[in-house]
């Protein structure tokens, strides 16, 4: 058996050790996929339900607003994935002024969520308006959560901007880049 399969063995993680930062991220990001991925599934069944419903509650949404949080979210994910580079070519300064511009992105989507939020609060909708905006406050916020838990371990890989930490951090940011990816035309744009 040879040194890399002894290894393999020893760790138990398979295929997930070959992916970039530690592997127990990993096993977040798939769960996290699943249980949004489930809010998904659920907030398609509840559309097919109610059509007129959900029709009318994302006409009342500011898709506006939800493109500039996309093109910020995944200006974000690119600034992350420049300090991935960064840092695997040893530019720890680098790494950080990455980091950092991901994690002013990151504050500005949530400003911005924050923003489109108090519109719809202002318009008298909230959480038990009907099934659209049930769901799509429990999605929307759900992933504002995650993007306030990324700021949080970016700033925590940021400190010392090693290199599985930095992987491991950026990982986790592109899960919540490619969640709203998915989301923002299923909430806002598919009729």
Known sequence: MSTAECEQ?????GILQDLPGDPMIWVLIFSELVAFGLLLGA??????????????????LDSHLAGLNTVVLVTSGWAAARATKAVRNGQR????????????LGCLFIAIKLAEYAEEAGRGVGLETNPFFTLYFLLTGFHLLHVGL????????????????????????????????VMFPILYLVK
């Open 9 to 13: 063995q020893e760790t138990g993680w």
């Open 43 to 60: 907030f398609s069944v509840a559309r097919a339900i109610h059509p007129a419903v959900f029709a009318a509650g994302q006409a009342t």
């Open 150 to 181: 990324g700021i949080i371990i970016l700033a925590v890989v940021c400190r010392r901007a090693g290199i599985s930490g930095v992987e491991t951090g950026t990982a986790f940011w592109h899960m919540v880049d490619l969640v709203w990816i």
């Open 93 to 104: 300064a680098t790494t950080r002024y990455w980091l950092l511009g991901a994690m002013v």
